[in-house]
Nanobody, 121 residues
Framework: QVQLVETGGGLVQAGDSLRLSCAASGRTFDLYVMGWFRQAPGKEREFVGRISWTTEPARTAYGDSVEGRFTISGDKVKDTIYLQMNDLTPEDTAVYYC????????????WGQGTQVTVSS
């Protein structure tokens, strides 16, 4: 089992920046992909981005709505990833979830509890 704990959510104003963290613990020796998703009230869960350590260097990928504004980084030694969010808008308001996948890779097997990000106009 892998446990995920997100931190860093909060209330900010439009145009502000915020950084989320997600720390993994437990059976992390075969953890190779970690990602971020978000879900706003009344909307489906949306892919934000991911980092994959299946290659060296690690690769990142982003959802269209955050490309260019959000950046994912990670520390595989610490099994921690970060989501740097810049130029936030009210449309970024959502609960942000960290997710992780272990071998064999496929669907994300583990999910955090989520952290609320609220952006006021």
């Amino acid at each position: 089992q892998v446990q995920l704990v997100e931190t860093g959510g909060g209330l900010v104003q439009a145009g502000d920046s915020l950084r989320l963290s997600c720390a993994a613990s437990g059976r992390t020796f075969d953890l190779y992909v970690m990602g971020w998703f978000r879900q706003a009230p009344g909307k489906e869960r949306e892919f934000v981005g991911r980092i994959s350590w299946t290659t060296e260097p690690a690769r990142t990928a982003y959802g269209d709505s955050v490309e260019g504004r959000f950046t994912i980084s990670g520390d595989k030694v610490k099994d921690t990833i970060y989501l740097q969010m810049n130029d936030l808008t009210p449309e970024d308001t959502a609960v942000y979830y960290c997710a992780a996948d272990t071998l064999p890779l496929g669907d994300y097997k583990y999910w955090g509890q989520g952290t609320q990000v609220t952006v006021s106009s």
